[in-house]
C-alpha cells in the first residue's frame, strides 16, 4: 500500500485559527451591523416625526392654529374632556375613520371611542425603543393596570346621553387601553418642581438643580431674560395670560389656566375647554428655532400620557435624555417595579416628574420636530440653556447653538 503525503483533513491548530479568525470578523462587523440597523431605525424615527410635522401644518391650513391639549395648568380636571393633540390630527395622518370617532367635549372613556382606544398606530412608535408598540403600554410595566379616566377620579366630561351599556373603563382599576406615543408635544421652557414646589426663587425643595428654586436659579427665571418673572404649581401653562395663568411654559402645547378657553376649531359654547389658542404669530422667535414635537421613550410612561390623552406633552428644563439610568434598567420610573431602585430612588417625593423631559434609544441623541416642520437631532451635550431656549416660542432668546 502505498502512502499519500495528501492529507484529507485540517489538523486541530488550523481549525481553531479558522474559528479565531472567523471570531474577529464577526466582532469587527457586528458594531457596524448595529450602526446600519440604528442608523435605519433613526430614519424611520425622523419620517414619523416629518408625517407629524406635515399633519400639523395641514391642520394649521384649515383651522389657522395649533390643535391644543385639554390639561390644566393648575391641577384641577373638572370641566376637561382631558383628549390630547395628536387625535385631531387623525385625519390628516390617514387614519379618517379613526378620527371620526371623538367627540372633544366629551371624554374618551365612552364606548364609542373604544376602538381609538385599542388601536396600535406603528407612526407613533419609534423602531429604536425595545418595547414592542401595545395597546397597553402602562400596563405592561405595571401589572397590567392601563391609564387612568373619568371612572379613575380623573374628572374628565362625560355627556349623560352617551352613558350607555358598553360605556366605561377596559381593565382593572377602572383604567383604559391605551399605546404610548413616541411622540410628545413640547409644553415649552416651564416645569414644575418635584414635590410640589413652585417653580420660583424661594421654593427650595432641597433635591435637583433642574426643580424648584434650582431650575430658577439655573435658567435665570425660567430662561427669559425679557419678562418678570413667571410661576406655575402644573407643568407649562400658556404663558399668554388670557387664562388667568401666570406661568413659565411658552410652548405649542401648553395647559390651561384657571378657565380655559374653546380652542379655535371647537365651536362657540361648547364645553372643551383647552389651552389658549396657539397661532403662528404667537411664536415670535420663530418656527424654525422652536421645537414642536419631541421624543419620549415606553420608560416615561405614565397614566395620563398617552397618545389621546391630555399630558401627551413634554418640556425642555431638563436635559436630554433625562431618565436613561431607567432606560438602562429596562424599568418605567412611574411604575412599581421600578420603586426604591436607582431609577426610581425613595427621595425627593414623586420622581414622575423626571420624565416630563424629552428621552430617546438613538445614540446620543434626541430627534425633534421644529415648529415649520423641520425635524432636528439635538445631542445630548448640548448647552442646557440653549436647548431649554429652545422650548419657549416667546422667549426672545438668541440662539447660538
Same mark, same amino acid.
Given at each position: 500500500m502505498k502512502y499519500n503525503p495528501l492529507r484529507k483533513a485540517f489538523t486541530l491548530i488550523e481549525l481553531l485559527v479558522v474559528i479565531a479568525i472567523i471570531a474577529i470578523l464577526i466582532g469587527l462587523l457586528l458594531p457596524?451591523?448595529?450602526?446600519? @440597523?440604528?442608523? /435605519?431605525? @433613526?430614519?424611520?424615527?425622523?419620517n414619523n416625526l416629518?408625517?407629524?410635522?406635515? /399633519?400639523?401644518? !395641514?391642520?394649521? &391650513?384649515?383651522?389657522?392654529c395649533f390643535p391644543q391639549t385639554q390639561f390644566p395648568s393648575d391641577g384641577s380636571w373638572t370641566g376637561l374632556a382631558c383628549w390630547g393633540w395628536i387625535p385631531k390630527l387623525l385625519?390628516?395622518?390617514?387614519?379618517?375613520?379613526?378620527?371620526?370617532?371623538? %367627540?372633544? !367635549?366629551?371624554?374618551?372613556?365612552t364606548a364609542r371611542v373604544? $376602538?381609538?382606544?385599542? /388601536?396600535?398606530?406603528?407612526?407613533?412608535?419609534?423602531?429604536?425603543? =425595545?418595547?414592542?408598540? #401595545?395597546?397597553?403600554?402602562? &400596563?405592561?410595566?405595571?401589572? &397590567?393596570v392601563g391609564v387612568i379616566g373619568n371612572a379613575s377620579g380623573w374628572s374628565c366630561t362625560?355627556?349623560?346621553?352617551?352613558?350607555?351599556?358598553? %360605556? &366605561?373603563?377596559?381593565? $382593572? !382599576?377602572?383604567?383604559y387601553y391605551a399605546q404610548h406615543s413616541s411622540y410628545i408635544g413640547s409644553f415649552g421652557d416651564g416645569y414644575t418642581a418635584s414635590a410640589g414646589k413652585?417653580? !420660583?426663587?424661594?421654593?427650595?425643595d432641597g433635591c435637583d438643580k433642574y426643580s424648584a428654586k434650582g431650575s430658577w436659579a439655573l435658567y435665570n427665571n425660567g430662561g427669559d431674560p425679557i419678562a418678570g418673572p413667571k410661576t406655575t404649581n402644573y407643568l407649562g401653562s400658556s404663558g399668554k395670560g388670557n387664562s388667568g395663568d401666570v406661568s413659565g411654559g411658552r410652548g405649542f402645547f401648553a395647559g390651561r389656566g384657571n378657565t380655559g378657553v374653546p380652542n379655535c376649531n371647537v365651536p362657540s359654547g361648547s364645553t372643551s375647554k383647552t389651552a389658549d389658542t396657539i397661532r403662528i404669530a404667537?411664536? =415670535? %422667535?420663530?418656527?424654525?428655532?422652536?421645537?414642536?414635537?419631541? +421624543?419620549?421613550?415606553?420608560?416615561?410612561? +405614565?397614566?395620563?400620557? #398617552?397618545?389621546?390623552?391630555?399630558?401627551?406633552v413634554g418640556g425642555t428644563s431638563l436635559p436630554p435624555n433625562y431618565i436613561r439610568t431607567c432606560m438602562q434598567l429596562g424599568l418605567a420610573i412611574n411604575s412599581t417595579q421600578a420603586n426604591n431602585t436607582p431609577c426610581k430612588p425613595a427621595s425627593c417625593g414623586d420622581p414622575g416628574w423626571q420624565a416630563w423631559g424629552f428621552n430617546s434609544y438613538h445614540t446620543g441623541v434626541i430627534v425633534a420636530c421644529l415648529g415649520d416642520g423641520s425635524v432636528r437631532?439635538?445631542? %445630548?451635550?448640548?448647552?442646557?440653556?440653549?436647548?431649554?431656549?429652545?422650548?419657549? @416660542?416667546?422667549?426672545?432668546?438668541?440662539?447660538?447653538?
Open positions: 457596524a451591523v448595529q450602526k446600519v @440597523r440604528e442608523a /435605519a431605525a @433613526r430614519a424611520k424615527c425622523s416629518k408625517q407629524l410635522g406635515l /399633519a400639523m401644518q !395641514n391642520y394649521i &391650513g384649515t383651522y389657522n385625519p390628516y395622518l390617514e387614519q379618517e375613520a379613526l378620527g371620526k370617532l371623538p %367627540d372633544f !367635549n366629551y371624554s374618551y372613556g373604544k $376602538p381609538l382606544r385599542m /388601536a396600535v398606530l406603528q407612526q407613533l412608535n419609534c423602531p429604536s425603543d =425595545p418595547k414592542p408598540a #401595545s395597546n397597553n403600554t402602562y &400596563g405592561d410595566y405595571n401589572g &397590567g362625560i355627556a349623560p346621553a352617551e352613558v350607555q351599556p358598553g %360605556d &366605561g373603563p377596559d381593565l $382593572p !382599576n377602572n383604567t413652585p417653580y !420660583n426663587a424661594a421654593a427650595d404667537d411664536v =415670535p %422667535d420663530g418656527l424654525s428655532n422652536t421645537i414642536m414635537i419631541g +421624543h419620549t421613550v415606553s420608560n416615561a410612561v +405614565h397614566n395620563r400620557s #398617552s397618545w389621546y390623552q391630555g399630558q401627551s437631532t439635538i445631542v %445630548d451635550g448640548i448647552n442646557q440653556k440653549s436647548y431649554n431656549a429652545l422650548g419657549s @416660542r416667546d422667549g426672545g432668546e438668541v440662539n447660538n447653538d
